[in-house]
């Protein structure tokens, strides 16, 4: 059932006042309008500013002059001039600015919903229009509350496609896909304003940054840029596993409902702080591909009766309009512990509380859930209930293979070269947080920028000596913590160290499945991932080609085989015949293992277009490489410039240009200019030779771009 038709039900079952909830009142004006159309029924509406009106024209309907008395009297003044009741909606608008909580206004208002129970329910219906979500208390018993949802996805697809054919341009399927993925949870006026920027500029990574901006304005949830993989995380294997099967079930729902498979809920982790809990939130929307938004529900909190559980409402409404989404709830016991005190604060926590579990109970949309808690002993014991969320993950402190892992990654992110031995460190380490290790690295990048030297081992060693780990500042909590894991039997998120172990020495003895299971792990050490390379299954292939490690000559076969394919040779590879569907094969050629030659080649044969090129050649290090296929250019300032400085830089490095740009502006006393690709185009800035503020003169390199020859 739409709204519209909602409406109508509402009204014809004898519903006397209906309170809509809304800020896009243009929208909502042209339902009422369909509304009244159907039932063969007449609109009158009140307004802030001029009183009746015509409901199409807005046009005064009354002789009163003077709108200069305040809204509550002018109110009080109209209703004793409402229009003839039969047949009729009658529209109050704004309600929320006119009716205090109490006194005569409502009271007023209360008298008319009165009169049409009693002489014309089914024929007469009030309508209250608002903004905020809050109902007068006086009105509440009598009002049936609507909130008008946004657009759903084939509702807005069609809005989009309708508003790109009036301004006659045409998009590529994948780009018509971001645009409705961006305009998802907006409000039509939003959606436009999207549209209408696309239109100009083509630029597909401004939708994200447009639609944080919106969903932030209304500040209650705040959209979250992340880049971070699984993969950057080390450890909690078990956990990675688990969140690898429900991101299949995502990437496939439509098919999985079909099958009667819920839509995942979502998982708390709960443990040791800074061991990767809000990382994994992070990581979780990057694999489900699917948008962060986090709430913060002490943010929530508002100082009228009924708001803060009416913000909570509309959080998680946005959320659903969103969706598909990750939500994630940091920290949950700072919102939701103590709320069986007494006061009025636990009480108004205590709503809010019973709001969402009902909501995490029976929500059917697809708003994955990632809630994270330190002390899980504070929680109402209602949250750990099987069937609120889909599991329940503790977190503890790094086993030494974890840490490993954590320092591999470090050492890659940070480019740390010396010669440092692993082991050692991981044992003198013991008991240290992810959190530990990473300000033992921030702290030797210190050392090292500050006298001029690379990275040692005496430097590792001497910070891990002047330490004092997170397990040292807990004390006594890491038992209490370890207890409350057993007792509440939550399920481990990390391998155990002899676990491990036996996994590897077995290996020879594993079944296919359990092999499986090992290639989804998200950090596989050297020897294991050279054995599972030779397997013959193509879901372990498919699972390996994820992974940094993965061995070089496995992603060139795959490249070597779809050229073969084209020139309908004998595929050469002798491990497995994998075809693999277009956007994982993708994935493959923008691996920084996959040869340079090999993605000339496919590029040649328009198995690669020059968009997905270039986005692979801003990820490469050996550009170089490409110099058969790329010219490389340098925007200087003319030499017959002025001196100026530099006001705005408006591009970052490695980003790609698909449609003529600003790049950044100077300004001198004579006034800006700006500099910008307007050929060349697509393209990749390589290289920012200034910075905000500096002074340049005449001739000066301004950026470094390549493109496609």
Request: proline share 3%; hydrophobic share 40%.
């Amino acid at each position: 059932m739409n709204f519209l038709e909602k409406i109508i039900q509402k009204i014809q079952s004898g519903t006397a006042c209906i309170f809509i909830h809304s800020e896009e009142m243009l929208r909502l004006d042209l339902i009422l309008g369909d509304v009244a159309e159907k039932l063969k029924f007449n609109i009158s509406e009140w307004n802030l500013e001029k009183g009746w009106v015509s409901f199409d024209l807005k046009r005064p309907q009354d002789t009163y002059s003077d709108v200069s008395q305040d809204y509550q009297y002018r109110l009080l003044r109209d209703l004793k001039n409402t229009p003839k009741l039969e047949n009729r909606i009658i529209v109050l608008k704004n309600i929320d600015l006119v009716v205090e909580q109490t006194g005569a206004t409502a009271t007023a208002i209360l008298n008319l919903i009165y009169q049409i129970q009693k002489h014309f329910a089914g024929q007469t219906c009030l309508v209250l229009t608002s903004s905020s979500s809050i109902v007068n208390q006086t009105l509440k018993p009598e009002v049936s509350f609507l909130d008008l949802p946004t657009m759903a996805r084939d509702e807005l697809a069609i809005y989009i496609d309708e508003l790109l054919k009036k301004k006659n341009v045409s998009v590529i399927k994948e780009d018509r896909r971001y645009l409705l993925d961006a305009s998802l949870g907006l409000t039509q006026q939003q959606v436009m304003q999207i549209v209408s920027q696309y239109c100009v500029d083509k630029n597909i990574e401004y939708l994200l940054a447009e639609k944080k901006q919106l969903i932030q304005k209304q500040g209650l949830l705040e959209l979250v840029e992340t880049s971070l993989s699984l993969s950057q995380i080390g450890g909690l294997e078990n956990l990675k596993i688990w969140l690898d099967v429900k991101c299949k079930i995502f990437k496939r729902l439509d098919e999985a409902q079909k099958k009667h498979i819920p839509i995942p809920k979502g998982v708390l982790i709960a443990g040791m702080p800074g061991c990767g809990k809000s990382m994994t939130a992070k990581a979780t929307a990057k694999m489900f591909d699917m948008p962060l938004l986090r709430l913060d529900l002490g943010r929530l909190l508002g100082k009228y009766v009924g708001e803060s559980e009416a913000n909570l409402r509309q959080a998680l409404q946005l959320a659903e309009r969103v969706s598909p989404c990750v939500l994630w709830l940091d920290e949950l016991e700072k919102a939701f512990s103590g709320i069986k005190g007494g006061d009025s604060g636990s009480e108004v926590t205590a709503r809010m509380f019973g709001y969402f579990l009902t909501w995490l109970q029976e929500k059917k949309s697809a708003v994955f859930v990632v809630a994270t808690a330190n002390n899980i002993s504070v929680l109402p014991p209602e949250l750990l209930r099987k069937g609120r969320f889909d599991e329940i993950f503790a977190v503890d402190f790094p086993e030494s293979y974890e840490r490993k892992n954590i320092l591999e990654i470090l050492f890659k992110k940070y480019q740390v070269t010396g010669k440092i031995d692993v082991d050692i460190l991981v044992k003198k380490t013991e008991n240290f947080a992810g959190s530990d290790l990473q300000a033992m690295m921030n702290e030797a990048l210190e050392q090292s920028f500050i006298t001029g030297q690379e990275i040692t081992q005496n430097m590792f060693e001497s910070i891990i000596l002047n330490t004092q780990p997170l397990s040292a500042v807990l004390g006594d909590t890491i038992t209490e913590y370890r207890e409350k894991f057993k007792k509440f039997k939550l399920k481990t998120a990390s391998l155990t160290e002899k676990d491990h172990q036996k996994l590897e020495q077995d290996y020879h003895i594993l079944t296919i499945e359990q092999k499986r299971n090992l290639s989804i792990q998200f950090q596989i050490a050297d020897p294991m991932m050279q054995k599972l390379a030779q397997e013959k299954d193509t879901t372990i292939i498919e699972q390996l080609l994820k992974h940094d490690n993965c061995p070089e000559y496995l992603i060139n076969q795959i490249i070597q085989q779809k050229i073969d394919r084209v020139h309908n040779l004998g595929s050469s590879w002798s491990t497995v015949d994998l075809v693999l569907d277009e956007s994982s094969f993708k994935a493959v050629c923008k691996h920084p293992k996959a040869k340079a030659d090999l993605l000339i080649q496919l590029y040649r044969l328009k198995r690669l277009d020059p968009k997905e090129m270039l986005k692979i050649l801003a990820t490469r290090s050996d550009q170089q490489n490409f110099k058969s296929i790329v010219e490389t250019k340098t925007a200087k300032l003319p030499s017959l410039s002025p001196n100026y400085v530099v006001s705005e830089i408006l591009i970052e490095e490695k980003e790609c240009v698909y449609s003529p740009k600003d790049i950044l502006v100077v300004e001198n006393n004579a006034g800006a200019q700006a500099f910008n690709l307007s050929k060349h185009i697509p393209a990749v800035i390589t290289n920012i030779c200034v910075s905000k503020k500096e002074n340049i003169s005449a001739g000066a390199p301004l950026f470094e771009y390549l493109y496609l020859v």
